[in-house]
């Protein structure tokens, strides 16, 4: 899977492990969740539609904030990370 290098950073400052694997927010304890968005990621020479992980917190992260279905992205600006890595706190990261 695919996520912004912005948006994996924003994870490590606005939230932690917690011991029961989950990502929490530092300032709610609300938990962090994910949606995969279809975006048009685009690299020189052309663009290619795929699935991005966007990161949210439940409690501070208003939904209408997240990317929307085709809006697009750097290929630069992406990391790969596995789905399971996401959700068990990038132990490769």
Request: glycine residues 6%.
């Amino acid at each position: 899977m695919l996520i912004t290098g912005k948006n994996y950073l924003w994870l490590k400052e606005h939230a932690y492990f917690a011991e029961d694997n989950t990502w929490r927010c530092c300032l709610t304890e609300a938990s962090i969740r994910y949606q995969l968005i279809s975006q048009l990621v685009e690299f020189s020479g052309g663009s290619e539609l795929k699935v991005v992980i966007s990161l949210y917190c439940s409690s501070c992260t208003p939904i209408c904030d997240l990317p929307h279905f085709g809006d697009p992205v750097k290929a630069v600006e992406l990391i790969r990370a596995a789905l399971s890595s996401v959700a068990t706190g990038f132990p490769n990261s």
